[in-house]
T-cell receptor
Framework: DAGVIQSPRHEVTEMGQEVTLRCKPI?????LFWYRQTMMRGLELLIY????????DSGMPEDRFSAKMPNASFSTLKIQPSEPRDSAVYFC????????????FGEGSWLTVV | AQTVTQSQPEMSVQEAETVTLSCTYD???????LFWYKQPPSRQMILVIR??????QNATENRFSVNFQKAAKSFSLKISDSQLGDTAMYFC?????????FGAGTRLTVKP
């Protein structure tokens, strides 16, 4: 079975550019999560969708970040404009039934903003 | 915010020995789940073990077991017969109906 699929795996971009990270959750899962991991702040929950609806976006750092889930099999996390402090590994994860159930992670998107 | 605390930033253990990683958590929910995830250098997040809070029996998964103390809100991970491949970051996590929170992680090094 295919796991959570993220793209791109690695991206290097210049400050001010728009960045779009993509995620395909495990088929049948109805919850999707975006996490950001940095050395300084560890693993932070950015946003959580349930049945394609954003439930908790309190972790989204600022208005430069936005996330969408237009259907059950696709989500995007967009940063516009990007800044060097956005450099991190961004993980997408999915689960069946909500955060209390086992979350399965993608391999992460490594973002470097120069 | 309801938090998850891992008080040991780094630990090391000799190959074949046993090591215990600590975790405490905070929650106001009566029903929740606890997890340990492993993150090797590849950065992939891998589920190690899962515990349902309403179950008193401690979860076990081969060489991995937990000591779940609900009243103390403690959830430690014991790794028996440590192997070199166990070298990784280990994250404790607490999930309930509303969210899933992770601790800061413990970096475990298994020495030959």
């Amino acid at each position: 079975d295919a796991g959570v699929i993220q793209s791109p795996r690695h991206e290097v971009t210049e400050m001010g550019q728009e960045v779009t990270l993509r995620c395909k959750p495990i088929s049948g899962h109805n919850s999707l999560f975006w996490y950001r991991q940095t050395m300084m702040r560890g693993l932070e929950l950015l946003i959580y969708f349930n049945n394609n609806v954003p439930i908790d976006d309190s972790g989204m750092p600022e208005d430069r970040f936005s996330a969408k889930m237009p259907n059950a099999s696709f989500s995007t996390l967009k940063i516009q404009p990007s800044e060097p402090r956005d450099s991190a590994v961004y993980f997408c994860a999915s689960s069946l039934g909500g955060p209390g159930n086992t979350i399965y992670f993608g391999e992460g998107s490594w973002l470097t903003v120069v | 915010a309801q938090t998850v605390t891992q008080s040991q930033p780094e630990m090391s253990v000799q190959e074949a020995e046993t090591v215990t990683l600590s975790c405490t958590y905070d929650t106001s929910e009566s029903n929740y789940y606890l997890f340990w995830y492993k993150q090797p250098p590849s950065r992939q997040m891998i589920l190690v073990i899962r515990q349902e809070a309403y179950k008193q029996q401690n979860a076990t998964e081969n060489r991995f077991s937990v000591n779940f103390q609900k009243a103390a809100k403690s959830f430690s991970l014991k790794i028996s017969d440590s192997q070199l491949g166990d070298t990784a970051m280990y994250f404790c996590a607490r999930g309930n109906n509303n969210d899933m929170r992770f601790g800061a992680g413990t970096r475990l090094t298994v020495k030959p």
